[in-house]
């Protein structure tokens, strides 16, 4: 049966760091606010229903958000990100109880967290999927990791647990990955995990990462995504993390590619790159082209990894390859080709690519040749494949 997603968003917090009155998800980059980011991205998964945690002038937050069609917890006071959780437990239960049976999951952001890509939550809730997890937390690889959680893995690669900066032994201080603080669940295990929550700590807090140990223990598989691009999970905390946020978006937005996938942005912007559509995959020219005539076949949603595909796209995929390597033998008579997936790779969508080869070639085998075949434009390249298109 088909999952379900639910997501919450935690916007309750004050931002003293600020210097502000202001509650510190009301501040604005790019002429929105910030918590307005987070929900404007979160309105572009599949998420049946958003709950927003509230606390610091509340009132105010739904008022700059009337909007969005959104439900709301009180979180006071504020006793740490397990609390609030806990604050939005009978909102969550009756958003689950709304959709009825089925599994159920829960995506956890934050509304000072405005730079998350909506590609990369779709690679996050993919891999959780994928790995039947209970729950899965976003990581990321940065320079210098002193100040946050470092993810502690076993010898296999797997979830061991997560230590804050202050606790780590002197052996585990190197170690660059570190906790994001967003978390996919299934939504059931993270409301009885909620039960054992103490604040049994100096700051006398109920903590999330808590819930990732004992999931655990209760025989939970707990699964790990490293994304490329850590400023994505940069939160914002003073009026100089506000700026340096307000120039990555700026910059993202002059590239003309916000979401960071280039297959998507085809999709959506390039209708001259896109050949053909069949269901939900579409033909198209690859962008930047190892030679000319390269195809692409990819599906029409963000996808990451090939296990994702239903068994009928997969078998589609691999026709339209086919039919791809008859189109191309038509137009250009190449005297090979390198075809093949690029799947799982994180930031990157699906794709299967067919290469046309030539004896000559330098792109894949040291041949004597040094150059890539590409005498002709793109346009160039559609037209003589218009000119061959199989009937």
Sequence with gaps: MKRRWLALVLAAGKGTRMQSDLAKVLHRIGGQTLLGHVLDTAAR????????????????????HADYPVAYALQQPQL???????????????????????PIGLLVLYGDVPLLRATTLRELIERHE????????????????KGYGRILRDAAGGFRRIVEDRDLAPEERSIDEINSGIY???????????????????????????????????GHRVGIYCLNDAAEIAGINTVAQLEEAEGVLAARHRSGDPDGCDVCHLLRSRDDLVLERHGRLALTLA???????????VPDRH???????????????LALAARAERWLETAFAPQGFNSGYVSGR???????????????????????????????????????????RPR
């Design 184 to 218: 996919t669940y299934e939504l059931a295990p993270l409301l009885e995990a909620l039960t054992e929550l103490r604040a049994d700590n100096a700051q006398a807090e109920y903590y999330l990462t808590d819930t990732l140990e004992i999931l655990a223990r209760r």
């Design 80 to 102: 740490g990100t397990g609390h609030a959780v806990m604050m939005a437990a009978g909102e969550l239960r009756r958003a689950a109880s709304e959709l009825g049976d089925g």
């Design 287 to 297: 962008p930047h082209p190892w030679n000319s005539g390269e195809l692409w076949i």
């Design 130 to 145: 994928l790995d039947a997890a209970g729950v899965t937390v976003l990581t990321a690889r940065v320079p210098e990791p």
């Design 303 to 317: 996808y990451s990894a090939y296990e994702s595909l239903t068994a009928a796209e997969a078998e589609q995929m």
């Design 346 to 388: 994180p930031g990157h969508h699906l794709t299967y690519q067919v290469i046309p080869r030539w004896a000559g070639d330098a792109n894949f085998m040291p041949l004597v040749a040094g150059v890539n075949l590409l005498p002709e434009s793109l346009q160039g390249t559609r037209a003589r494949l218009w000119e061959h």
């Design 45 to 64: 998964l599949q998420i049946e229903k958003t709950v927003v945690v509230v606390g610091h002038q509340a009132e105010d937050v739904k008022t700059a």
